[in-house]
Nanobody, 118 residues
Framework: HVQLVESGGGSVQSGGSLKLSCVAS????????MGWYRQAPGGERDMVST??????????NSAKGRFTISRNMPKNSEHTLYLQMANLRSDDTAMYYC??????????WGAGTQVTVS
């Protein structure tokens, strides 16, 4: 049973920090690109940051310099994806989703964790 479970969201004041976590289990994620996406009310789901199986990292321009993505991939165990967010702004308010893209046809999504910046 494949699961991606996000945690770490919450409400913070502008300028604050949060660290999101995503525990991925039930599949061999070692060969998957994993990433964080976000969707604000009324908006589309947009990429925030991704990290490939080889460790190649991409950030949306809005996240560069403020957010840091990382992943922990122990053998034969759950994978954990992180997003350290600093200097948060009100326009970072959104539902944040963890995702894994494993093949052309196989991808997984978590249920999301809410981040609210006021």
């Amino acid at each position: 049973h494949v699961q991606l479970v996000e945690s770490g969201g919450g409400s913070v004041q502008s300028g604050g920090s949060l660290k999101l976590s995503c525990v991925a289990s039930g599949y061999d994620f070692s060969k998957c690109e994993m990433g964080w996406y976000r969707q604000a009310p009324g908006g589309e789901r947009d990429m925030v940051s991704t990290i490939s199986a080889r460790g190649i990292i991409k950030y949306d321009n809005s996240a560069k310099g403020r957010f840091t993505i990382s992943r922990n991939m122990p053998k034969n165990s759950e994978h954990t994806l992180y997003l350290q967010m600093a200097n948060l702004r009100s326009d970072d308010t959104a539902m944040y989703y963890c995702a894994a893209s494993c093949t052309q046809y196989v991808s997984f999504w978590g249920a999301g964790t809410q981040v609210t910046v006021s």
